[in-house]
């Protein structure tokens, strides 16, 4: 069976969910192995939690040459380890960074590529939701090793035994690719809340909280959920960017979204419906969210929320 690599998704060595999200869709396609790029002294701990996700190998590329720049080397080792492994497919988290060494993954090796999937099925047959979510494709590469980038929560972690052999893999980064240099980086401050495209659950507000967000945020927690907000609320500066759920935004897909105070417009609806289980809270019935909703709450978010919140608090 050939081997399907998945480009471990991590901070410092700390692997992140979609890792393990990816692990579970490679193994619909092939023999997962999992390419850890990082502190080759973090490569044992990284194999140790991988493989307990089906992970039989595990790459681990010192990322010595590549970590001090932008994408490039990063690109350049994995083409040189699909070179020698010819994979089935090549699997990589949908962030910035993901899609960007995706798509240069794609160019060095002539291959065809398939960002922000949704879904990978038996024999590469990739979900997409384009156009704002206005149309669902299905494809697949044809050409060279599938490049595909997945969505967060586009699949269940799957908990299954595999080897995780430990193999270093000697990458050689060239000038080059050395040529863009990062400066500086400054952690996000954490807010204590799961990171908002990977949460499986997302409470977002919108205009209709008036600019208090405390139901929002105290309902969140009470379920261990991230939070996220739409542009007018963006907009009026009640949440930073960072929190736009929508077209202009983040994308997410969680098991479960709750809108409130969110009228459902378009472009909100594209960063978000895709997610499992959609719940809307707005005092106006006729809200184009509800038509979307598999749960709607005609009512006050002031009200409503603070007395979920209470009920979930109680359990
Ligand atoms: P509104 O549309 O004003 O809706 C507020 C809702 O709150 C209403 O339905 C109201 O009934 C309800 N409400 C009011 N008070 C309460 C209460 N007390 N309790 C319960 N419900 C209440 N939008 C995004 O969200 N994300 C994007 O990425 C994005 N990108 C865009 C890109 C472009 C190019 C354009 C043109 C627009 C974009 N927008 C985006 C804006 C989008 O069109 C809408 O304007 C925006 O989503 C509206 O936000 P809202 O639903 O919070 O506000």
Known sequence: MSEVLVVVDHVDGAVKKPTYELLALAARLGEPSAVFIGAAAEGDAVAEAVKGYGAEKVYVVDDAQIKGYLVAPKAEALEQLVAKTSPAAVL??????GKEVAARLAIKTSSGLITDAVDVQEGGVTTQSVFAGNFTVTAKVTQGTPIITVKPNSAAPVEKAGAGTVEQFDAVISDAAKTAQIVASQPRQSTGRPELTEAAIVVSGGRGTGGNFEPVENFADSMGAAVGASRAAVDSGWKPHTFQ????GKTVSPQLYVAAGISGAIQHR??????KTIIAVNKDEEAPLFELVDFGVVGDLHSVLPAA???????
């Open 245 to 248: 759920v929508g077209q202009t």
């Open 270 to 275: 594209a960063g978000m419906q895709t997610s």
């Open 92 to 97: 990589i988290p949908s962030s910035a960074e």
């Open 309 to 315: 919140t209470e009920q979930i608090n109680a359990r």
